[in-house]
């Protein structure tokens, strides 16, 4: 196994893809005379869509958490598809509501198949979430049970944050603060991207309760700077690299922290231009380098990148002092603190 976790994605990204390949739903009556349309019109789309996803970062994770605790990866393939189930879900509906263009360089689902066939197709991911665990003839009735609590709870926390992303923009609030932000990014982003699939990937392989919190906290940490890493990429990464979406963050006046900070500290003129930048849509060059500035000003890159470097740190330190306890081997503490800083080093 590899000891960087570039190197374990690398690894175990055939079982995940060879497992999503197993799962993809065809229509329940394959002998009906709607089966050519019903793939027309769902699966086959929705089989595409989830194909061609990015690192498989979040089933992964499930598969790095059943081994962190001495299982074999296969026992949190379920968990980990259903995860990616659920990411497919969460995109398809957020380009609608974000009104992209643009997903994993192909046009969006919706723009290529109307709103409400993208919705349905969405809807579907959703409830494969929970039939890949039932149907996983390797776990027993109450693991399966627990997994798809889990499951459920997860999905609330997502919503939850995913509400206050979306009512915070339409109401147009400024009045958001950095603790706001960091709710906010937690629910929507650190439960589902690390959190829970560690989590689930502790319980599917058999871990005790208090071990698999463990590696919900390192989640919990490693999730919210892989968020706030993706944040500073958006303003200041790389723009060949990112393409049509680099600095769309403004052009959508999103709350990223950097920007909440920055409104935090700016005095009032710098703070009402700032404001006006994120509310009108801009995508001039000009105007989108200007917000930066702006936001640079005010301290919000600095402050976010250093809030992702102490995320980081504190992964590496929880994942080091969970192997010490013996709570979980110490080449998963190697691949979690490789985690850690792959996380907030990445380009892209």
């Known amino acids: 196994m590899s000891n960087t976790f570039p190197g374990y994605l690398k690894e175990r990204l055939p079982l995940v893809e060879q497992a999503l390949s197993r799962v993809a739903a065809t229509p329940l009556d394959d002998t009906s005379c709607a089966t050519a349309d019903l793939n027309r019109y769902l699966y086959a ?11 498989r ?3 992964v994770l499930c598969l790095l958490g059943a081994e962190a605790v001495g299982a074999a990866p296969e026992r949190a393939l379920s968990a980990g598809i259903a995860i990616e189930l659920f990411q497919s879900a969460a995109l398809v509906h ?8 643009l997903r994993r360089g192909e046009p969006c689902l919706y723009v290529t198949e109307g709103t409400g066939v993208a919705i ?3 809807d579907l991911a959703l409830t ?4 890949v665990v039932m149907e996983d003839v390797a776990l027993d009735a109450p693991t399966k049970l627990s997994l798809l609590r889990s499951l459920a709870t997860m999905e609330r926390h997502t919503l939850e ?11 147009g609030r400024w009045d958001i603060t950095s603790a706001d932000y960091t ?7 650190a439960y589902y991207t690390a959190a829970y699939p560690l989590y689930l990937g502790a319980i599917a392989g058999g871990a005790s309760e208090d071990v698999a919190r463990e590696l919900y906290a390192i989640g919990i940490e490693a999730g919210v700077a892989f968020q706030l890493q993706d944040d500073l990429l958006n303003l200041v990464g790389d723009a060949d690299a990112q393409g049509k979406d680099f600095r769309s963050d403004i052009t959508e006046g ?4 950097a920007v909440v900070h920055a409104l935090e500290n700016l005095g009032t003129a710098k703070r009402d231009e700032l404001v006006s930048l994120l509310t009108t849509g801009v995508t001039a060059p000009d105007d989108l380098a200007r917000a930066v500035e702006l936001i640079s000003a005010g301290g919000g890159i600095e402050h976010c990148r250093s809030l992702a470097e102490k995320g980081a740190e504190e992964t590496k330190r929880l994942a080091t002092e969970a192997a010490e306890k013996g709570h979980i081997t110490f080449e998963a503490r190697d691949l979690l603190c490789s985690m850690a800083d792959f996380f907030v080093e990445r380009a892209a």
């Not at 709710?183 to 982003?189: D, Y």
């Not at 999103?254 to 922290?257: D, G, I, Y």
């Open 45 to 55: 789309p929705l089989a595409h869509f989830t194909s061609g996803g990015g690192k």
């Open 254 to 257: 999103k709350r990223t922290l």
């Open 94 to 101: 957020d380009d609608i509501a974000d009104e992209s263009e």
């Open 183 to 189: 709710f906010m990014v937690t629910s929507k982003t």
């Open 161 to 171: 944050g995913q509400a206050l992303d979306l009512g915070w923009a339409r109401d």
């Open 128 to 131: 494969q979430v929970f039939e």
């Open 120 to 122: 349905n197709m969405g």
């Open 57 to 59: 970062v979040r089933p």
